[in-house]
């Protein structure tokens, strides 16, 4: 059974940082390509970053060159390190596999940036 527990979201003032992580089980986690989304009040849920097997990453438009996302096949964790959070990027994040995402969904962590 899919588990995965993302922690690490809390309250920021804007041009602030946080470190989210996510620890994934029930899965060969080393063969998945994991990605990072997030789903703000009112909207779809949206795409935020993502992490191949191999390391490649890629990021949403919206994001790059403020977060970042890594891995640890040995602890079977994905970790997304954002700075600069805007107002606007207060949402719930989730992890999940990238290709194509698990059907079930952790909680999340809620982000709030306050301006």
């Known amino acids: 059974q899919v588990q ?3 922690s690490g979201g809390g309250l920021v003032q804007a041009g602030g ?4 992580s996510c ?3 029930g899965i060969i986690f ?3 390509a994991m990605a990072w989304y997030r789903q703000a009040p009112g909207k779809e849920r949206e795409w935020v970053a993502r992490i191949m097997i ?3 990453t890629t990021y949403a438009d ?3 060159g403020r977060f970042t996302i ?3 096949n040995a602890k079977n964790t994905v970790d997304l390190q954002m700075i600069g959070l805007k107002p606007e990027e207060t949402a719930v994040y ?3 596999r990238a290709f194509p995402p698990y059907s079930s969904w952790g909680q999340g962590t809620q982000v709030t940036v306050t301006s």
Request: with cysteine; proline share 0%.
């Open 17 to 20: 940082s946080l470190r989210l």
């Open 23 to 25: 620890a994934a089980s």
């Open 94 to 96: 989730y992890c999940n």
């Open 4 to 6: 995965l527990v993302e």
């Open 54 to 56: 191999e390391g490649t």
């Open 70 to 72: 890594s891995r640890d």
């Open 30 to 32: 080393r063969i998945n």
């Open 62 to 64: 919206s994001v790059k």
